[in-house]
């Protein structure tokens, strides 16, 4: 079966500018999450989404971060206005239900750099 | 704060060699899991290991879990140059979100 595909692979960007993200998660796969990997970090879960409904997005800094699951499928990630600190590998995940029990595929990410 | 931690944070091995690294967990989980990430392919899922499970295999790879030690480990026997990569442990909550650690950097050189 198809992976999870992302787009772009390498975005760079000024400060105070917008760039989005797009991923297109494995298909019949329920569960969505987009992870931040800072450099040198393990990833850290910015939001999960099950079908088109957000089930955690403790983690996102809603003040410039934005994402979506329109029609439960692909998901759009939003930063407005990028930060230095942005930079990071953005990972997106899905997996067929949600649970402690099933496991996550990856995409190969969109590594940012804010300049 | 990061759920697991990965020790030690780098390990240099000769191709042959078997690579040991270790995982600590602060609270109870459900499973634990292992990744391996290198830039050509993304983050892999390599092994889940179930909180009533101790030892566990797949290919050339072993990992045991001590849930009264809150600890896990991942050993790699007869390393190749392909190997080399970053390696995670994880734990998931009740709705799947991974806690990963910082990793362990793995080098086979040949």
């Known amino acids: 079966e198809a992976g999870v595909a992302q787009s772009p692979r390498y975005k760079i960007i000024e400060k105070r500018q917008s760039v989005a993200f797009w991923c297109n998660p494995i298909?019949?796969?329920?569960?969505l999450y987009w992870y931040q990997q800072i450099l040198g970090q393990g990833p850290k879960l910015l939001i999960q989404?099950?079908?088109?409904?957000?089930?955690?997005d403790s983690q996102l800094p809603k003040d410039r971060f934005s994402a979506e699951r329109l029609k439960g499928v692909d998901s759009t990630l939003k930063i407005q206005p990028a930060k230095l600190e942005d930079s990071a590998v953005y990972l997106c995940?899905?997996?067929?239900?949600?649970?402690?029990?099933?496991?996550?595929?990856f995409g190969q990410g969109t590594r940012l750099t804010v300049v | 704060s990061q759920q697991g931690e990965e020790d030690p944070q780098a390990l240099s091995i000769q191709e042959g060699e078997n690579a040991t690294m270790n995982c600590s967990y602060k609270?109870?989980?459900?499973?634990l899991q292992w990744y391996r990430q290198n830039s050509g392919r993304g983050l892999v899922h390599l092994i889940l290991?179930?909180?009533?499970?101790r030892e566990k295999h797949s290919g050339r790879l072993r990992v045991t879990l001590d849930t009264s030690k809150k600890s896990s480990s991942l050993l790699i026997t007869a390393s190749r140059a392909a190997d080399t990569a970053s390696y995670f442990c994880?734990?998931?909550?009740?709705?799947?979100?991974?806690?990963f650690g910082a990793g362990t950097q793995v080098v086979v050189t040949p």
């Open positions: 609270t109870s989980i459900n499973n």
């Open positions: 995940a899905s997996s067929r239900r949600t649970g402690a029990d099933t496991e996550a595929f």
């Open positions: 298909s019949g796969h329920a569960t």
């Open positions: 994880a734990t998931p909550d009740s709705w799947g979100k991974l806690q």
């Open positions: 989404f099950q079908n088109n409904g957000v089930v955690d």
């Open positions: 290991i179930r909180s009533n499970e």
